[in-house]
C-alpha cells in the first residue's frame, strides 16, 4: 500500500539522511470531509492537491507517493500543486514506490 510504501521511505531517509529526515514531512491531506470540516481546513492552510512529501531544502523536494497498484491515480489537484511547486523552483516528481522516492531524493542532492 502507500501507507507501507511512505514508512518504508521515511525509515531509509531517517536512517541514510539523518539531517534531512529530521525536516522531511508526509502531509496527511487524504480521506473525506464534510463541507464543514474542509472549509474548517483549508482556512487554517490545507491545499488540496499537495504532495504527500515535502523536504524544505535546496531546492525542495516535493514528491507525490504511488503504490505500484493498478489503480493507483493522480489527481487534476495533484498534477496542479506539483507543477507550480515545479515553477517555484522545487524538484518534483511522481514516485513510484519507495523506491522511486528514494531514486528521485537522490537526484534531487545532484541539482
Known sequence: SESQHAITFFNKLRREY??????????RNEGKRTIQQAQKHKAEGMTT????????????????????????????EQIDYLLQAQELGAFVCVAIGYEGAMEAFKKCLQK
Open 18 to 27: 539523518p539531517a534531512y529526515g529530521a525536516i522531511a514531512t508526509h502531509i
Open 49 to 76: 492537491g499537495t504532495a504527500d512529501i515535502i523536504i524544505p531544502c535546496n531546492p525542495p523536494f516535493v514528491c507525490e507517493l504511488k503504490s505500484r497498484s493498478p489503480r493507483a491515480t493522480i489527481t487534476q
